[in-house]
């Protein structure tokens, strides 16, 4: 069957040329700040304060390689707990991880002022005192165990994320450790002194100076620091630190975090720090290894929410299928795909308190829900070969008709690489589980789309789309489709997607 679109490939955009490892990764780890609701370039700064402190330990070159991306990837773990953070405090996710940092969790049978006001402040908004004390009650009753759970789904998964990407068995186990305790008060092992991986030492000194540095000053981190010393951390590692605080030589590029001249001066000055050589390794990159880093930081954004488990892959999936059915070029198809892997990533920022809601989302939910494209667009582009991927991940909410978000495109705004995405992701979100609704059939799925084209969805995109997933269903495909040709469209069906169509259908007005 041919295709004729209205809209035509990007143009005039770099989609390839020389990518290394350490663009990126410094690039990605915006992203893994979102997770933990740090404040951003949080993963660059811990990266050179921990790049410096071991150039005074004399670390062996590859010792330095994988502790410069265990730095960078010390998060990459985090969004695995944050449905299990949000069911334990019944409210934001990110707002606990962030704050949880500056506290000691260690002793919760004394815990500080601040600690109580966090938990006021984020447990359970809207219900009733007693009920939110209730739960603030159950949290420190249960720390310890909540403690050893989350910091074991979040180390074991980034550790094994580190190793998939192959950088090596050092910087796996840094990532493994990071919250392991000098005293052995730490988890998830409770292993003590040295033997908590060197790397993990310093990982998590460096990760102590930034949260503390951003939020407090940095005479307030370092002593933090001194006072924790032979407790949490590494008491060489502690006088390393404050040697380089005092010599004026630790903070470099690592303050004015919210300026935006500043993260570009902290992320140039983390790329110039880059051990790495030529090798395939940590040098220049293959489109093999391109490909595996996507496909990594998808695993991140679908491990967020048990609802989007699979689904950038699954959005890749079909996107591929689409893109292969119009017979675009092989270049063009794994531009989609690298596209489509990460076109979510900017939801790392969502909170699951909103993000596995039930219920329809207040309009402050959906103003931050319909930020994350944006978001995807600015942290990929921070990738000089990913502009052209940049823009067709961050288009993937909008619609021809000009009522998507975030810019409010109109169709000729609109390469046909988004609109495949966009179709994609539509197709995927109601193929998948929802908190409030299950999976649809195919035939369901297919009334829904029809009822989005051509106002909202691509025809030809669409059509594609229903005859690959009509194949993997083994389904008749003449019955799936036949309503979807562009030409067949009724004018009732093409008009705009309204909450009452979805309603019609079970669904919430944010399930897609």
């Not at 490939?9 to 410094?26: K, N």
């Not at 330990?57 to 991306?69: A, F, I, N, R, V």
Request: glycine share 8%; proline share 5%.
């Amino acid at each position: 069957m041919a295709f004729q679109s209205a809209a035509t490939p990007l143009r005039g955009m770099s989609s390839g040329g020389s990518i290394s490892l350490s663009e990126v990764i410094s690039a990605l780890s915006f992203a893994l700040d979102l997770t933990e609701g740090a404040v951003p370039g949080h993963a660059l700064r811990s990266c050179l304060l921990g790049m410096r402190i071991a150039e005074v330990l004399g670390l062996p070159t590859e010792s330095l390689m994988q502790l410069y991306y265990a730095l960078l990837l010390k998060d990459v773990g985090c969004s695995s707990n944050a449905a299990r953070m949000c069911t334990i405090v019944g409210g934001d996710d990110r707002a606990v991880k962030a704050g949880v940092k500056l506290e000691d969790w260690t002793k919760p049978h004394k815990p500080r002022l601040s600690t109580l006001r966090l938990l006021w402040n984020t447990v359970l908004p809207g219900a009733s005192v007693a009920q939110r004390a209730a739960r603030i009650a159950k949290i420190g009753l249960t720390q310890h165990k909540n403690n050893e759970e989350m910091i074991t789904l979040r180390c074991d998964r980034g550790a094994n994320i580190v190793t998939k990407l192959g950088i090596g068995p050092l910087a796996s186990e840094a990532v493994r450790s990071l919250d392991e305790h000098w005293d052995g008060s730490g988890y998830p092992l409770r292993l003590t002194g040295e033997s908590i991986p060197l790397l993990a030492r310093i990982c998590a000194v460096a990760q102590h100076l930034d949260v503390f540095a951003t939020e407090r000053g940095t005479q307030a981190a370092i002593d933090v620091l001194q006072q924790r010393g032979g407790a949490w951390f590494d008491p060489q590692l502690v006088r390393v630190a404050s040697s380089l605080h005092r010599n004026g030589a630790l903070w470099e590029y690592c303050t004015t975090p919210s300026h935006i001249a500043s993260l570009n001066d902290t992320r140039q000055a983390v790329l110039d720090l880059d051990p790495g050589d030529t090798s395939s390794t940590y040098g220049t990159l293959p489109a093999s290894r391109i490909d595996q880093i996507c496909e990594a930081f998808a695993d991140v954004v679908d491990a967020k929410s048990p609802f989007t488990f699979r689904h950038s892959l699954g959005v890749a999936d079909a996107a591929r299928a689409i893109a292969q059915g119009m017979h675009l070029a092989p270049h063009r198809i794994q531009l989609i795909r690298r596209a489509a892997l990460l076109h979510d990533i900017g939801k790392l920022r969502v909170p699951n308190s909103i993000l596995d809601k039930e219920t329809r989302l207040t309009p402050q939910e959906r103003a931050v829900v319909e930020e994350h494209p944006a978001l995807t667009r600015r942290i990929l582009q921070r990738v000089g070969a990913f502009q052209e991927l940049a823009v067709v991940a961050g288009q993937h909410h909008e619609r021809l008709d000009g009522t998507g978000y975030p810019d409010r495109l109109s169709a000729k705004d609109i390469c046909l690489e988004s609109r495949i995405v966009a179709v994609a992701d539509v197709y995927s979100a109601l193929a998948e589980d929802r908190p409030y609704r299950k999976g649809l059939r195919l035939v369901e799925i297919s009334s829904i789309m029809e009822s989005m084209v051509p106002n909202h969805l691509d025809p030809d995109c669409t059509v594609a789309m229903i005859a690959a997933a009509a194949g993997w269903a083994e389904a008749p495909l003449e019955s799936q489709i036949s309503n979807l040709a562009p030409r067949k469209v009724a004018p009732n069906l093409a008009s705009t997607t309204t909450d009452a169509t979805l309603g019609s259908h079970g669904l919430a007005p944010h399930s897609i």
